[in-house]
């Protein structure tokens, strides 16, 4: 992240803890996405950055307002030499790695990204490709670059909503942008219920935590030599929890950004705000002098290039991989972030800001304007051109020639979901379920509920080919990333609560004696059994059904298709079988703290052996993407699940294939 400009206010100079607490937010967004453990919510990094980049914008505008006059295109080249050269850069090597590295389904979506990166557009391209089966987010090395766009966005509005509200002569002059913040954290609130995805990505639900740093930067200086030191001190732990505490207790139900995005906000406005108590109260408090030590510093100072290279380098290790990284790879891809950032930041951020133009705390010479006209030019000609080279990866449909011998080949299955009447999406709620359309077999005077998320869907195909050996009509109850327990609890999936408590009046109100759960249970960061899914096995059983749970089934790190044609040059490889990304432990775990009496199917017991699992039998692929089962595979699980006693006693003992 830019995070605005140097670290210089325009009152107090230079700020070295605003440096410290970019550190805080980059190493908390770094250690997040490198899988380190114990930091679930070190995404709230993204949104202090975007405190800092309001606070720091602002108040170098709010200097020039006051000197006569905000210069608006100079401001624009300041933004094109402080963040043009070092993302030139990194979209440039990170080209040159995919080249060599992406398949061409892989490298068509990267070349899209790479355009809308380059025109401050990758908020909304992700937004619109966010479907539920597109790319993992986990394999698009410049998914982080929405939040580059989401402030540059927002930096085309600020200096101008600035500048006419000075002309105007509005009094007080925060008092519309407060207006404005208000109404997007009031959106913001609104859309995490009704549209999640736009929530996270859009400007518009965004723009009041960039806008709590504009309104930090317009407000009176706080008075901080009445503050007792005792209370100053308070003040600064405060602002460290509102921090620090999502870093390490937030999780994907926390809703986000909306409510869930105040504390670490709040606490990095009031860090900043505390920052001043030195020109004020002639002193610092703890938690400033932390900020501003030493190696806080030194990481902030390179931040940007390290938030740019940081995500890159992680994809594209597991992409050549194959695998999730180890703890020993994590920390080396971590050491390898913090080298590239610091070279970026000495050989092309420093040499780039280094300019004519003036300095942000000297007015230019009358008779030495700045010239402009050479940086919006080198600044169209780099934007134009990497745009170019991401518009002819994807025209080419990501350059095929590479690997001539690639094929994609559709797999079936995902199409008998029924989507959006049986399989209901993240802005659907139950009551677009439909029960006779998901009456999905017939003939069988009972009913068996399947309930649970695209990992309980995934096997309908298969259900449905084997109706005759079901005790019940098949009735599908699936929602996309709703996991079947009742407590569970989803900012990305709003409805999951009322859907999973509607499934018990399904229950009820229809008398179903058998429930099937089934879902991604391994989907949590850490990986641990949901603690309330044990409740939820004794409500149903309560109601009278036989409860019977599908445990995690086994995921692959890349489509099918990746795995055939990367498998041809991995001799020691075994045809159709690859190394997997679940821990089949999870369901030991599982059986484990189910109570008895309920049936428990390990899918890895039943379909894989100790060190892999099949993708494919021969020429047909069981998957259709690094997760889901397609046609095959469903007709095969659901074959293994009845031997191994589904619906009662195991005819035989399942044998992987």
Known sequence: MQSGATGR?????????????????????????????????????VDVFFVISGYVIARGLMREARGGGIAIAAFYARRIRRILPALVATLLLTSVAAYWIL???????????????????????FWRSSGYFDAASLYRPLLHTW?????????????????????????????????????SFGLSVYAGHAAPTANFYLLPTRAWELLVGTLLAMAPRPGFGAVPPVAHEALGLAGLAGILA????????????????????????????????????????????LLASAPLVAVGLISYSVYLVHWPLIVLSRIVLMRDVSAPETAAIVAATLALGALSYRFVERPFRRSHAPSPQRAPAPSKPPRLRPVFAAGFAATLGMAGLGWAGAASGGLPARFPEFRVRPVPGTETWNHRTCFLFADQTWQAWDQAACTRTAGKAGLVLLWGDSFAAH???????????????????????????????????????????????????LGIRDVVLAARWGAQRDRAVPEDLRETVAQVTALGARVHVIG?????????????????????????RWRLVTDARLNDALRAALPGGTTVIDPFAALCDAATCPYALGDTFLYADSGHLGSAGAALAVERFLEAGLFGRPRSTAMAP
Do not use: K
Not at 103 to 125: C, F, K, M, T
Not at 264 to 273: D, E, K, T, V, Y
């Open 103 to 125: 398949l061409p389904p892989q490298l068509e979506d990267y070349a899209r990204s790479a355009v809308a990166a380059s025109l401050s557009w990758s908020n909304i391209y």
């Open 147 to 183: 939040s580059l766009s989401v402030e540059e966005q927002f930096y085309l509005v600020l200096p101008v909503s600035l500048l006419v509200a000075v002309r105007l002569r509005l009094r007080p002059l925060w008092l519309p942008f407060a207006v404005i913040a208000a109404l």
């Open 9 to 45: 206010t325009t009152d107090f100079g230079y700020r070295p803890d605003i440096d410290g607490l970019r550190a805080v937010a980059v190493l908390a967004v770094v250690l997040y996405h490198a899988g380190v453990a114990g930091m679930p919510g070190g995404f709230v990094g």
């Open 552 to 576: 995690q089934s086994p995921e692959f790190p890349l489509d099918p298709a990746f795995l055939a044609y990367r498998q041809r040059h991995d001799p020691p490889a075994v045809a159709g």
């Open 459 to 509: 096997y309908v195909p298969g259900l449905i080919q084997h109706a005759d050996r079901l005790p019940g009509n098949l009735l599908q109850y699936t929602a996309a990333g709703c996991r079947p327990t009742l407590g569970f609890a989803s900012h990305v999936v709003p409805h999951c609560h009322a859907i999973n408590e509607n499934a018990l009046a399904l229950i009820r109100r």
């Open 246 to 289: 999502p870093v390490l207790l937030y999780s994907e139900a926390t809703p986000f950004p909306g409510i869930g995005a105040l504390p670490p906000c709040l606490g990095a406005a009031l860090l900043i705000r505390l920052g001043e108590a030195r020109a004020e109260a002639g002193r610092d408090a703890a938690a400033t002098r």
